[in-house]
């Protein structure tokens, strides 16, 4: 059932009265009329936006939904599907919120009615694979694929040259990232690829990425960094690297990063750090070094670590937390707290 009136209550001392106009209205007014509500959500006509969130539904709400709508919501519902045809009927749409339904696949065609469509979130659905082409029809710039079941990314869902500045693809099963995609989406500023299964980023994948600021790693599988992984990317701000495997580091990983606030590497596998390695990252934020939960091993390996933390201390969060975990007889103790002798760095 549709509704005429979507602001104040039905029942009233003119209860007939408007009862009959809301009759009227239906009757006369289609599904894409203006004033016109899909049941079960919220419409709010001053800004052009539907919300359907938390509700029995179990299709797209196409009846009653008002053409001109702008916004629209539909999350934590029972919707399996969504065509071309059901998005074709709101032509001026530009941000479309689909998290927590029950997806499990696109259409290559599904965008082909909304061209003004900037903002696609799909997350929390069960999409395991999409079709070539299907980001191809709308000039989106934001893209949240997060919390599915996706195994693979795929350089063909992209056109070339996308206009895409944030991609979301974090909480699915990715083992890697080909860099024919990345290099199709030059205008990106974040990605975010945490919570993946990630083993290796190929070494010139990133190169594309010019304008990209903030890249998420944390919590895959990552081994090595290969030295020039960074080569391209000198506006990057914040990076995280929390939570994989990493045991050590190039020297020449963090060149050219002269404008990073932001890093983590903590919970690695980091017994020591390359000389050089920090020595270029002066744009570093209070605290914006992350180094805890690392075996540090403290003996002449560790000395450049050392020294850099006794000279930018305020840069590290939690300096005092960066422990040993050996040798046996230093295991537990703050690294800020050995001395020349107890590292054997006395000539």
Request: hydrophobic share 40%; net charge neutral; with cysteine.
């Amino acid at each position: 059932m549709t509704r005429c009136l979507t602001d104040g209550p039905l029942f009233s001392d003119t209860m007939a009265p408007r009862l009959l106009l809301v009759l009227l209205c239906s009757t006369l007014l289609g599904p894409g009329a203006t004033g016109a509500c899909p049941a079960l959500c919220r419409c709010y006509p001053r800004r052009a936006e539907v919300v359907c969130a938390g509700v029995p539904l179990t299709e797209f709400p196409s009846e009653g939904l008002p053409a001109n709508t702008t916004m629209l919501t539909i999350q934590h519902t029972n919707i399996s599907a969504i065509s071309e045809l059901q998005l074709s009927a709101t032509p001026l749409l530009e941000g479309l919120h689909l998290y927590g339904n029950h997806l499990r696949s696109l259409s290559p065609d599904v965008l082909r009615g909304v061209p003004r469509l900037h903002t696609l979130d799909l997350t929390g659905n069960r999409l395991a694979d999409l079709p070539a082409g299907v980001f191809g029809h709308a000039a989106l710039t934001t893209l949240v694929l997060k919390n599915n079941l996706m195994e693979a990314a795929k350089a063909e869902w992209f056109p070339d040259h996308s206009s895409l500045t944030w991609v979301d693809l974090s909480g699915n099963r990715l083992t890697g990232l080909p860099t024919a995609l990345l290099h199709k989406l030059p205008h990106l500023e974040s990605l975010d690829l945490s919570h993946n299964r990630l083993e290796k980023i190929q070494a010139k994948s990133l190169d594309a990425l010019v304008k990209l600021e903030r890249l998420n790693l944390q919590r895959n599988k990552l081994v090595r960094l290969e030295p020039a992984l960074f080569q391209h990317t000198a506006n990057i701000t914040n990076l995280y690297l929390t939570g994989n495997r990493l045991e050590t580091l190039p020297p020449s990983l963090f060149q050219g990063l002269g404008r990073l606030k932001v890093l983590g590497l903590e919970e690695n596998q980091l017994g020591y750090l390359p000389p050089g390695l920090l020595d270029q990252l002066s744009s570093l934020d209070e605290e914006g070094l992350d180094l805890t939960a690392n075996p540090w091993s403290c003996d002449q390996k560790v000395e450049y670590l050392w020294r850099w933390l006794q000279k930018n201390k305020g840069k590290a969060f939690l300096a005092d937390t960066v422990r040993c975990a050996a040798p046996p007889p230093l295991a537990g103790r703050s690294l800020l707290s050995l001395t020349e002798s107890e590292l054997n760095l006395e000539s």
